[in-house]
DNA sequence: TATTAAATAATAATAAGTATTGTTTAGAGC
DNA sequence: GCTCTAAACAATACTTATTATTATTTAATA
């Protein structure tokens, strides 16, 4: 489901690849880790200084419902990642925080879990755990 | 973790129990979908009708933190519950929906991996499976 | 039942997200 | 390479979601 994924193979795809559409994909994968539409849109302009925020909001919501990249919300908060290597995430909830966690052993009881559910055609799965994170814990500790 | 829950035993908790809040939860354990603010703005608005909507996002925030009800994002839209059964989800991409599913066996399982993570201390866990519900394939078959 | 911190209603303010419109551009066919 | 056209764009207006402010009310405790 999650095969490797470049801009090569996504061009396959039935979309337009203009500059802001790739600036924006590049960006998510150079920076791995969760990012708002506020940072995404700040780093993109770095590039494409005159970039409308309207259009990072218009791709970042198309290129979700094109599965390029995923949606993840924390604490109210909407941010994006492009990592498309089955993961799952944990999320301090103190700070906010997420980290990235891949387990194959996970994915595959997952996935056997899902193959099991009837009245739902499950195509992917994610597990967030939710706890507190070593700084928070160190800052609570000293604090 | 999760016991069980009642308005009598959460009365040990420190925080006032006004009418606004009282209702906002008994209307969340008595819907048990995932209603967003404004369903359940509209919901308690019928027993108390000068509540005011701000009222109501400061009582889901504070409950939130409380660990009383939970959060969940989908598709942007912020929605819900106070299911304090352990418990996963269902989630349709197309039309948003959200179904509970119960699963100790999944639940053990995944407490058990939450305790090999080093550098968190996770205290819950939550699972989405993503894809396609039983009436969004009907329609898609009929369309 | 008097006290007081917490919670409230009302409303103003801000932030997040979407729609519109005229202009530009990527990609397909020539 | 040149032309064409649907898709994507920038700019901006607009709507919806959420938070802050403030004067008033209330639950919990003494």
């Known amino acids: 489901m999650f095969g490797e994924m ?4 996504t061009g396959k795809a039935d979309m337009k690849y203009t500059n802001q559409r ?12 969760h990012p708002t539409v506020d ?13 409308s925020k309207a259009t990072v ?4 919501k198309f290129l979700s419902e094109k599965g390029l990249i995923e949606e993840v919300n924390v604490k109210g908060v909407t941010r994006f990642e492009a990592n498309f290597v089955p993961h799952h ?19 595959d009881y997952l996935m056997k ?3 099991d559910i009837e009245g ?3 195509d992917s799965v994610n597990t967030n755990f939710y706890g507190e994170c070593k700084d928070c814990k160190e800052k609570n500790r000293n604090g």
Chains 1, 2 share one sequence.
């Open 6 to 9: 470049t801009l090569e193979t």
């Open 22 to 33: 790739v600036e924006i994909i590049t960006f998510l994968r150079e920076h791995k880790g």
């Open 39 to 51: 940072e995404i849109y700040d780093g993109v302009r770095k590039k494409l200084t005159r970039i």
């Open 57 to 60: 909001y218009k791709n970042l």
């Open 89 to 107: 995430h944990l999320i301090c909830r103190e700070c906010g925080k997420i980290e990235d966690f891949e387990s194959d052993e996970l994915f």
């Open 113 to 115: 879990v899902a193959g």
């Open 120 to 122: 739902f055609n499950i």
